[in-house]
């Protein structure tokens, strides 16, 4: 059983990943769009493909939506700092942030989440490959929904994600979004 510190840590933390939900994701502005999604949004679909992804490519898919739901947590304290300004502004490693971040939590959330960060930022497993094709396939659908949004100046962002790919799967997954429209799914509802 945990002491009254370590669960009033440990909802500390869960607190401080509600700030996602007002952390914008920043390299969208470049696009024109002011209103972008938030880390959290992001964060929610990276969890939910690298699930899918682990699937398709025989992975543990809940060790992969464990890292996908942390990486980007560090955000709450360092903000989403878009590739452009990494060149310009180095902010302390996403493992040192969240060892910071769950300090006063629970002993096994402290080494859980930190051992998520630690294997997503190493990127050596098999789940970590596919996390981070998570994280680069769901930036590639966004920018797909930003350009049938209207957005014309998504392309670097499109191009940048799918060079990044490893996995066959989530190649395969990247051909099929930029093939189809975001509003195909609709196209599988049962009458």
């Given at each position: 059983m945990a002491d009254d510190n370590t669960v009033?840590?440990?909802a500390s933390f869960i607190s401080e990943l509600g700030v996602l939900k007002r952390v914008a994701r920043t390299g969208w502005w470049f696009t024109g769009n002011k209103a972008p999604e938030s880390v959290a949004e992001h964060s929610f679909r990276v969890a939910a493909v690298g699930a899918i992804l682990a699937m398709m490519e025989g992975a543990d898919a809940g060790k992969v939506a464990l890292m996908c739901t942390f990486?980007?947590?560090?955000?709450t304290r360092i903000g989403d700092i878009p590739h452009i300004g990494r060149r310009y502004i180095k902010a302390a490693e996403n493992g040192e942030v969240t060892a910071d971040q769950v300090v006063n939590a629970h002993p096994a959330v402290r080494a859980g989440v930190q051992a998520a960060?630690?294997?997503?930022?190493?990127?050596?497993?098999?789940?970590?490959?596919?996390?981070?094709?998570?994280d680069k396939l769901e930036c590639l659908f966004q920018a797909v929904e930003y350009r049938e949004q209207g957005y014309s100046l998504t392309q670097n962002w499109i191009d940048t994600s799918l060079a990044s790919l490893t996995t066959t799967s989530a190649k395969a997954l990247a051909e099929a979004a930029l093939s189809g429209s975001s509003l195909d799914w609709q196209k599988n509802v049962r009458p």
């Open positions: 009033r840590g440990t990486h980007d947590s560090q955000e960060v630690d294997e997503y930022e190493a990127r050596e497993t098999l789940e970590a490959k596919v996390a981070r094709d998570a």
